[in-house]
């Protein structure tokens, strides 16, 4: 790659035109070059609490890690993988037995979880990691591929090859998810590695955009606007006009030459 390219990120929530208050949360740790986008759920408030505590304990983690890579880390590397990985992956682990240590002792948080979907930009490319059905894309060259696979029922009967088009527009468990942070004290985390070229966007998001918002119409909006901060903000109002059931985050981040 010639010279390092720069990277620019602009990140955005809102509520939704059908929730009274907002489970999500993102974070943009430049310093660290990661990027989060949690979604989370449970009754009384508890989505809050889980999204939150996803996005402050891997914060730590990394800042812990920084700071001291020798650190003692709670879980075995994976050998099959290198330092940088093994990280993202150990921050996140952390993160969900955190949210099931909580939700276990307290009653009120029983049934507490979060998706996740995260980016990390190393030296020379991204790690993106994902629980959940939170997910990550990237335009490049006027053209979308998403990055991760969503980890809920609608997904797993799709890949069984059993669902047409319209079974799939009618599957009444949509927002059912197989696999989230907080659900059990060990959970499975995806990553994949990713090399960003200049002009490149990566757009991580909560199913509240990926829902209601296609994957033509996110591609025509990141593809037509040229400020990054507009561009978070259109795709929320598409969203939204789209109906906005659910909260809708976005976090986006473009590399540069």
């Given at each position: 790659?010639?010279?390092?390219?720069?990277?620019?990120?602009?990140?955005?929530?809102?509520?939704?035109?059908?929730?009274?208050?907002?489970?999500?949360?993102?974070?943009?740790?430049?310093?660290?070059?990661?990027?989060?986008?949690?979604?989370?759920m449970?009754?009384?408030a508890?989505?809050?609490?889980?999204?939150?505590?996803?996005v402050e304990?891997?914060?730590?983690?990394?800042?812990?890690?920084?700071q001291?890579p020798?650190?003692?880390w709670?879980?075995?590397?994976?050998?099959?993988?290198g330092?940088?990985?093994?990280?993202?992956?150990?921050?996140?682990?952390?993160?969900?037995l955190?949210?099931y240590?909580?939700?276990?002792?307290?009653?009120?948080?029983?049934?507490?979880?979060?998706?996740?979907?995260t980016?990390f930009?190393?030296e020379?490319?991204?790690?993106v990691?994902?629980?959940?059905?939170?997910?990550?894309?990237r335009?490049?060259?006027?053209?979308?591929?998403?990055?991760?696979e969503?980890?809920s029922?609608l997904n797993?009967?799709?890949?069984m090859?059993?669902?047409?088009?319209e079974?799939?527009?009618?599957?009444?468990?949509?927002?059912?998810?197989?696999?989230?942070?907080?659900?059990?004290?060990?959970?499975?985390?995806?990553?994949?590695?990713?090399?960003?070229?200049?002009?490149?966007?990566y757009?991580?998001?909560?199913?509240?955009?990926?829902?209601?918002?296609?994957?033509?119409?996110?591609?025509?909006i990141?593809?037509?606007?040229d400020?990054?901060?507009?561009?978070?903000?259109?795709l929320?109002?598409?969203?939204?006009?789209?109906?906005?059931p659910d909260?809708?985050?976005?976090v986006?981040?473009?590399?540069?030459?």
């Amino acid at each position: 790659m010639a010279g390092p390219l720069r990277i620019e990120v602009a990140g955005e929530t809102n509520v939704g035109m059908k929730r009274n208050h907002n489970e999500d949360n993102f974070s943009v740790i430049e310093e660290n070059g990661l990027y989060i986008v949690a979604d989370g759920m449970g009754g009384h408030a508890s989505g809050e609490v889980a999204s939150q505590m996803a996005v402050e304990s891997l914060k730590e983690f990394f800042a812990a890690t920084q700071q001291d890579p020798e650190r003692t880390w709670p879980y075995k590397m994976d050998r099959s993988k290198g330092y940088e990985e093994n990280r993202l992956i150990t921050g996140i682990k952390l993160a969900n037995l955190r949210i099931y240590e909580s939700a276990q002792r307290d009653a009120g948080r029983k049934g507490m979880g979060t998706t996740l979907v995260t980016m990390f930009a190393v030296e020379d490319g991204v790690y993106v990691a994902h629980v959940g059905d939170s997910r990550g894309y990237r335009v490049r060259e006027g053209k979308i591929e998403q990055l991760t696979e969503d980890h809920s029922l609608l997904n797993d009967y799709i890949k069984m090859k059993r669902l047409t088009a319209e079974e799939i527009a009618n599957f009444p468990h949509k927002n059912v998810i197989v696999r989230a942070l907080g659900m059990k004290d060990t959970v499975k985390v995806d990553t994949r590695y990713d090399q960003p070229r200049a002009g490149d966007v990566y757009l991580l998001c909560s199913d509240g955009l990926s829902g209601p918002v296609t994957d033509e119409m996110m591609l025509e909006i990141c593809t037509t606007t040229d400020d990054l901060k507009a561009m978070a903000t259109r795709l929320i109002e598409k969203a939204n006009a789209n109906g906005g059931p659910d909260n809708i985050t976005v976090v986006l981040a473009r590399w540069l030459s």
